[in-house]
C-alpha cells in the first residue's frame, strides 16, 4: 500500500468538499474517512474480493462519518458523500459503456457486473454504518435517565 494513495483520495476528497461548500472545520473529518476507506478498500482488495473491500470500507466511512457528526453536530451525509467519493466506481462505468460501443457485449456485461456489485456494495456499507448508528444511539437514549 503506497501512502501517496492516501494523500490522493484525502486531496480528492477536499477538493469535492469545496466544490460543496463544506464548511473548512469539517474538511479533516471527510479527509480522514477517505483516506480510511481507501487504506481498508486497498488492503481487502489485494487480498480477494473486491466487492468485500468496498463494503469494509463504506461501513468504515460511514462509521467514522456517524461518529463526527454526533461530536460535530453536524449531519453525517456532509461527510459520508465526501468521504466515499474516491470509492464510486467511475472507471468501471466508462469501461462497461465502452465495451458496449465496441460491441464487445459479453465484456460490457462482465465488467457492467463488477460495477454494479461494487456500487452494491458501498450502497450496503453505508446503509449498514447507518443503521448500526442508528441502533446505538437508540439504545443510549433508552438506557439513560
Known amino acids: 500500500m503506497n501512502p501517496l494513495e492516501l494523500l490522493w483520495a484525502a486531496s480528492a476528497t477536499a477538493g469535492f468538499a469545496i466544490l460543496f461548500d463544506l ?79 465496441r460491441g464487445d457485449f459479453p465484456g460490457s456485461l462482465a465488467i457492467g457486473f463488477a460495477t454494479l456489485q461494487a456500487a452494491g456494495a458501498i450502497a450496503a456499507g453505508l446503509a449498514v454504518s447507518s443503521a448500526l448508528a442508528r441502533l446505538l444511539s437508540i439504545g443510549g437514549r433508552l438506557k439513560s435517565p
Open 23 to 101: 464548511r473548512p472545520r469539517d474538511l479533516p473529518l471527510a479527509m480522514a474517512g477517505a483516506a480510511l476507506g481507501w487504506w481498508i478498500f486497498s488492503a481487502l482488495r489485494s487480498a480477494g474480493d473486491p466487492a468485500i473491500g468496498y463494503f469494509a470500507a463504506a461501513t468504515a466511512i460511514g462509521l467514522l462519518s456517524e461518529l463526527g457528526a454526533h461530536v460535530l453536530r453536524r449531519p453525517a451525509f456532509l461527510y459520508m458523500v465526501c468521504a466515499i467519493l474516491p470509492l464510486v466506481p467511475g472507471g468501471g462505468m466508462y469501461n462497461t459503456m465502452l465495451q458496449s460501443v
